[in-house]
């Protein structure tokens, strides 16, 4: 179960209703809910945020319409785990995909305009994300980005089993060159390698440009790895 608390949950319907994700939610693999913050502001303008104690500019999320909002996700998901979507989040990668995907229920809380009253995040936010040092206008890609990541890792999601351990980061190297037919495109053909159907000939010719592709792309990646001799 995942629920999103956000300020526009327009965005999230062509995200559950496309792809891999939209196949997920029709066998019942992941049960989506988005709620809209607003909804659980108060007055006539329903108004979610006001200006930052301490002056300077920018906007600041009003405590008591997340908390609302937050409120009415635990109730449809008690167990739940509460992760803010935040520029100082911790950055999220595969391990943390595959940690959650292995959680029940996940609400995730989505925050526009300069960021969220402190009281709400201490008192209830289990864990903070971002998705990188680049700055976004607000948490819903973010969102979006994460769920997709952790969607495709729970089992029965992706056709074939094996495509989600096969993947780049659960390896730690950036993935063997791919190639389709036409066999020779504008002069350039397929390696022949991969026609000779030799399988261990092409099972060691992807490892060794996998190795050579992630020193050029990913140079970080193979710091990090322990490699044998040959
Ligand atoms: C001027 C200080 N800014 C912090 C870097 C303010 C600010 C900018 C953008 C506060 C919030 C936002 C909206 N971004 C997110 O909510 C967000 C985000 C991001 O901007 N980058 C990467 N991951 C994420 S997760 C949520």
Redesign the pocket.
């Known amino acids: 179960k995942v629920c999103v608390l956000t300020l526009f949950p327009e965005l999230f319907q062509p995200f559950w209703d496309h792809g891999i994700i939209r196949r997920a939610v029709q066998g019942g693999k992941i049960h989506p809910d988005t709620i809209n913050i607003r909804a659980h502001a108060e007055g006539r303008h329903r108004v979610t945020d006001d200006r930052p104690y301490g002056g300077g500019c ?1 906007m600041v999320m009003k405590p008591e319409p997340l908390a609302g909002a937050l409120a009415e996700a635990k109730g449809r998901m008690p167990a739940a785990t509460t992760l803010l ?3 100082q ?1 911790r950055r999220f990668d595969q391990k943390l995909a595959e940690s959650l995907a292995k959680a029940g229920e996940l609400i995730f809380v ?6 969220v009253d402190e009281r709400f995040v201490d008192r209830f936010v289990d864990g903070e ?11 819903e890609l ?1 969102a979006m980005a994460i769920i997709d990541a952790v969607t495709r890792l729970i089992p029965g999601v992706l056709g074939n089993e094996d495509s989600a351990d096969n993947d780049t980061f659960s390896d730690g190297l950036v993935e063997h060159a791919h190639y389709t037919r036409p066999p020779r495109y504008d002069d350039e053909p397929v390696p022949d390698v991969l026609l000779s159907g030799n399988h261990a000939e092409i099972a060691r010719w992807r490892r060794e440009t996998a190795l050579m592709r992630t020193v050029l792309k990913r140079p970080d990646l193979l710091a990090r790895r322990d490699l044998s001799p040959e």
């Open positions: 920018g979507l935040s520029p989040g989505c925050g526009r305009y300069e960021g994300s971002s998705i990188g040092d680049f700055v976004l206008t607000g948490g973010a």
